[in-house]
């Protein structure tokens, strides 16, 4: 009944005004305005998807390209490593031959004298070996294997064993060949003769 109330009015209200006829009613387009705006306001689930989707696609790009600069960065960083590895290799090389190039130049002079006696030659060899111990207490190489020394397996490499009364037992009785070291990395084991 009332349908046929509301349809009555919008009848009369056209016989006034044929301008507004056939025209909705203002509350009609409020209201049809406002579910407009819901349905527009209410995503639909393809589009959440598609968002999602899109939102992931640019995390994706990040996280690769992320990954791309470490791995770039890494590959630089262990190339400019060995280069300096090798470059303090060369150093350190070159300066140990400059401190044994002394001793090498002391050799030739030797060579190149044409007559020296036996006592001239063994104070060549003399200031020769002065010439060696300095260039290796420069470089910081010690030497290690001294007779009467506590025999250490590792510090001495023992070759032989005596019985020996005056000696005390694992003492080093007779030294072969001397050892080296820097510091506390050895170079060269000292061979060694042992007293039990």
């Known amino acids: 009944m009332e349908k046929k109330e509301s349809q009555r009015q919008t009848a009369e209200a056209e ?20 579910a407009g705006q819901m349905e527009s306001e209410t995503p639909k689930p393809g589009e959440e998807l598609q968002k999602k989707l899109e939102e992931t696609s640019r995390e994706l790009e990040k996280q690769k390209d992320l990954l791309l600069r470490t791995a770039a960065e890494y590959d630089n960083f262990r190339k400019r490593t060995a280069r300096e590895k090798a470059s303090l290799y060369n150093e350190a090389t070159a300066a140990a031959v400059l401190e044994i190039l002394t001793v090498a ?24 070996q002065r010439q ?19 025999f250490d397996p590792e ?32 170079i060269r084991h000292a061979m060694v003769q042992v007293a039990n």
């Open 132 to 150: 060696m111990k300095s260039a290796l207490e420069k470089l910081g190489v010690e030497e290690m294997g001294a007779q009467g020394d506590p």
């Open 155 to 186: 510090l001495h490499n023992a070759i032989s064993h005596v019985e020996d009364g005056e000696s005390g037992d694992n003492t080093v009785v007779k030294v072969f060949q001397k050892g080296y070291k820097i510091g506390d990395r050895v």
């Open 15 to 34: 016989e006034k005004d044929p301008k507004t006829a056939g025209e909705p009613s203002p509350q009609t387009q409020e209201q049809a305005g406002q």
């Open 105 to 128: 130049d002391s050799l030739e002079r030797a060579l190149e004298q044409p007559d020296c006696t036996a006592e001239d030659m063994r104070k060549g060899v003399e200031l020769v």
